[in-house]
């Protein structure tokens, strides 16, 4: 799978996110270690704290298609100039299904990309099984 078959498809998803309160739309495509891709767009809610991000919403397909998975490859898009970055609490949802290895793509409407690791997105992630027996 090519990052421009992903960028597309998060490109394509993100005009189905529903945000109506900040206006601003993210696209997430993301590729399973079994070859699969699964999409996922930032929902909104007047109740502003339940929000859920593009990327979350896409782990979360993957999850209910396939149960156990593993992340391949993450592509996050903005219909922005710059490339927008995971927030925290989507770095955290990407780390608990991932090895440490894995790559974050972020684009953009430019030809700006952003590519990062997920160590350097969240270098001291929390993790139960360090304070298990
Ligand atoms: N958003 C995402 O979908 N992913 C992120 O990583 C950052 C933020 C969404 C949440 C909200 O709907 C909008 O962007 C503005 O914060």
Same mark, same amino acid.
């Given at each position: 799978?090519?990052?421009? !078959?992903?960028?597309? @498809?998060?490109?394509?998803?993100?005009?189905? #996110?529903?945000?109506?309160?900040?206006?601003?739309?993210? $696209?997430?495509?993301?590729?399973?270690?079994? $070859?699969?891709?699964?999409? $996922? &767009?930032?929902? !909104?809610?007047? /109740?502003?704290?339940?929000?859920? &991000?593009? !990327?979350?919403?896409?782990?979360? /397909?993957?999850?209910?298609?396939? $149960?156990?998975?593993?992340?391949?490859?993450?592509?996050?898009? =903005?219909? =922005? #100039? %710059?490339? #927008? /970055?995971? &927030?925290?609490?989507?770095? %955290?949802?990407?780390?608990?299904?991932?090895?440490?290895?894995?790559?974050?793509?972020?684009? &953009?409407? =430019?030809? !700006?990309?952003?590519? =990062?690791?997920? @160590?350097?997105?969240?270098?001291? #992630?929390?993790?139960?099984?360090?304070? @298990?027996?």
């Amino acid at each position: 799978m090519e990052l421009s !078959e992903l960028k597309e @498809k998060a490109k394509s998803v993100a005009m189905n #996110a529903y945000a109506p309160y900040s206006s601003f739309r993210v $696209g997430s495509a993301i590729l399973t270690k079994s $070859g699969n891709v699964y999409v $996922g &767009c930032n929902m !909104e809610n007047t /109740s502003y704290g339940l929000t859920t &991000c593009a !990327e979350r919403n896409a782990i979360a /397909s993957a999850i209910a298609n396939e $149960g156990k998975i593993e992340l391949d490859q993450v592509v996050v898009y =903005t219909p =922005t #100039a %710059q490339p #927008a /970055s995971p &927030c925290g609490v989507c770095r %955290q949802v990407i780390y608990e299904f991932c090895g440490s290895d894995i790559r974050i793509h972020s684009c &953009c409407d =430019t030809d !700006e990309v952003l590519e =990062t690791t997920i @160590k350097q997105l969240l270098p001291d #992630a929390f993790n139960l099984d360090e304070f @298990k027996k």
